[in-house]
């Protein structure tokens, strides 16, 4: 009974006192500034390694082995963004106009990546019928990939995706 008043007392001389009052943790924290971590999704392609490569931030998280453009239809070198991805994409040859539907014959593969037009022509990255083809300098400006290393690039980008050409 004797420690109940004890302790009764020592509360009540706690709360009515302010010599034992604890500062305000507001005025003695360090604050430090410092960047936004941009830990943003970027596709890089070295058309000379035949190699894209994909950064979060600055560590590659993905890298794959392409085919680019042939001698005279070389794949454009600069900064871009991805404005469109298609699943089985259908095919229209630019030169003959000739429509090839999705499935094993489709030059496009099972993905399409677009990341540069003029208006009437597109350059993406694409899945191909031809995997034998993949690191060698055999397209006309476009990135060509296997099929299952398209199918994970497009789960990892999105529209709006940056992809640099060097």
């Not at 596709?43 to 000379?48: A, L, Y």
Request: include cysteine; aromatic fraction near 10%; proline fraction near 7%.
């Amino acid at each position: 009974m004797k420690w109940i008043l004890a302790l009764v007392s020592v509360l009540v001389l706690v709360s009515s006192t302010e010599a034992l009052a604890v500062p305000d943790w507001r005025s003695t924290a360090e604050i430090t500034l410092s960047e936004p971590q941009t830990n943003e999704l970027r596709v890089v392609v070295r058309p000379k390694l035949r190699r894209v490569y994909v950064y979060e931030g600055k560590v590659i998280i993905a890298s794959y082995a392409i085919a680019v453009g042939k001698p005279g239809w070389e794949t454009p070198s600069g900064q871009y963004q991805i404005f469109s991805k298609e699943v089985n994409p259908v095919f229209k040859n630019f030169k003959t106009g000739k429509v090839i539907q999705p499935g094993p014959n489709n030059p496009l593969g099972v993905r399409w990546i677009g990341f540069w037009t003029d208006g009437k022509t597109q350059l993406g990255f694409h899945g191909t019928n031809e995997p034998e083809l993949i690191g060698q300098a055999v397209s006309h400006g476009c990135i060509r990939m296997r099929n299952k290393d398209v199918v994970a690039l497009f789960e990892k980008v999105s529209i709006g995706t940056p992809v640099i050409v060097e």
